[in-house]
């Protein structure tokens, strides 16, 4: 998902710059919401269960152009089936691999995501325009349909799921977090943290209200754009909630933002909350526990910085 919604700014700036052109995307339907209302595409097309299936209904749009932004086996198999120009991201992956590897952080690639997609698309004089990433909300949603009154105004959105461990905050700091803030404070995740928001919002009072595992991505989203500032994970809905230009504290366990190259991007304040270790980043993605035992790069992240920033 964060890999996706960093495509953006590429579809954006093809249509921009180039009006009379067509820019169609292809992903997984899981992935459709992303781009489900954005103004720059002319189409969207999704994954069928067999490739085959995909190949032949794309073929069908005799494209110019394949501008492949995410280069793995199945983008190959395209590629090669369709047999037009294309153009390639260059993922790194020996540099990456090096770098995590053997902790060699100057290997890391200094460019953010957006810029190393922004580069498959130089070649037709597209230029990065430096806006931020783009989400179009879907529905026509209102505050009153998902928050009391207490939490309608000036209130937090803390993205508290991520899909691996590592990536999250262990409950009781989310809970001290969640004590010294002086705003209220909307949980934002899916099911799989309804029991642990629960917790969380036992141990906080009213001060917390849990959209856990009530709400689709769709409306979190809108939750997140209506929001006075954030706080989340190395996980989608964190990542998205930067195309509203929201106050973001960051925070990073396991992986690290600059391995990944997906630094808050074009949004006037942000806090990257992290702590140097010499196991970290102890992977690309996250990991369902710590390859050592201790968890110190989650542990260890003090609760004030990040309380202060959301102060402030």
Request: with cysteine; net charge positive.
């Amino acid at each position: 998902m964060g890999d996706i919604i960093y495509t953006t700014p590429v579809i954006r700036c093809l249509k921009k710059q180039l009006p009379d052109c067509e820019v169609h995307f292809l992903t997984k339907p899981a992935f459709q919401y992303i781009y489900k209302n954005n103004p720059y595409l002319s189409a969207l097309h999704l994954l069928s269960p067999k490739l085959s299936d995909t190949i032949r209904a794309i073929k069908q749009q005799n494209f110019d152009l394949i501008i492949d932004l995410h280069n793995n086996l199945r983008t190959s198999i395209i590629k090669a089936s369709l047999n037009i120009p294309s153009s390639t991201y260059k993922k790194d992956r020996i540099r990456k691999w090096l770098a995590l590897k053997f902790k060699w952080h100057k290997l890391i690639p200094s460019e953010h995501l957006v810029d190393r997609y922004m580069d498959t698309v130089k070649f037709l004089g597209i230029k990065n325009d430096l806006q931020p990433i783009d989400y179009y909300i879907s529905g026509d949603y209102k505050l009153e349909d998902f928050l009391p009154p207490s939490h309608r105004n000036k209130f937090v959105a803390f993205v508290i799921g991520a899909t691996h461990f590592t990536k999250r905050l262990p409950n009781d700091k989310i809970i001290e977090i969640c004590k010294n803030i002086k705003h209220p404070i909307v949980l934002l995740g899916g099911s799989d943290v309804q029991e642990n928001a629960a917790f969380i919002q036992k141990q906080t009072g009213a001060h917390v209200f849990s959209t856990c595992g009530t709400t689709n991505l769709d409306q979190s989203v809108f939750l997140v754009s209506k929001a006075y500032k954030v706080i989340g994970f190395d996980t989608g809905l964190t990542h998205i909630s930067e195309a509203f230009n929201k106050p973001l504290a960051s925070i990073w366990g396991g992986t690290t933002p600059e391995l990944l190259g997906v630094q808050p991007y074009q949004i006037s304040e942000s806090l990257i909350a992290g702590v140097e270790l010499s196991c970290r980043p102890c992977s690309k993605f996250g990991l369902e526990k710590c390859p050592l035992g201790h968890f110190k790069c989650m542990k260890n992240i003090p609760e004030g910085i990040i309380v202060d920033f959301i102060n402030g």
